[in-house]
């Protein structure tokens, strides 16, 4: 059975860091590329971070580059999240992901979803 399970979320003064980590169970984990993404209440998944397998090439959204890190540990089958510089509206259920497709698609059409992990980011 597929698992994504993460780990890491809690609270956080604004400033501060955070480190979420992914344990992915799935056959040639290797062959997917890793994504985090995340959700408030009442909107859409928004794309946070990506990192293409072959490569290890990284994308970010606008407003995390330069204060969050994706990596990932393919002998670990792990996916991390490093988190620093946290602000209030960084506050949102981070899920993992992976996909073999790149670049990363829309939430919805991804081969590998977790169940979340909530951050919350206090001023």
């Known amino acids: 059975q597929v698992q994504l399970v993460e780990s890491g979320g809690g609270s956080a003064q604004a400033g501060g860091s955070l480190r979420l980590s992914c344990i992915v169970s799935v056959r040639a984990w290797n062959n997917y590329h890793g994504a985090w993404f995340r959700q408030v209440p009442g909107s859409e998944h928004e794309f946070v971070a990506a990192?293409?397998?072959?490569?290890?090439?990284?994308r970010y959204r606008d407003s995390v580059k330069g204060r969050f890190t994706i990596s990932r540990d393919n002998a670990q089958n792990r996916l991390y999240l490093q988190m620093n510089a946290l602000k209030p509206e960084d506050t949102a259920t981070y899920y993992c992901?992976?996909?073999?497709?790149?670049?990363?698609?829309?939430?919805?059409?991804?081969?590998?979803r977790g169940q979340g992990t909530l951050v919350t980011v206090s001023s």
């Open positions: 990192i293409r397998w072959s490569d290890d090439i990284t």
């Open positions: 992901a992976g996909d073999r497709t790149w670049p990363i698609r829309r939430y919805t059409y991804l081969e590998l």
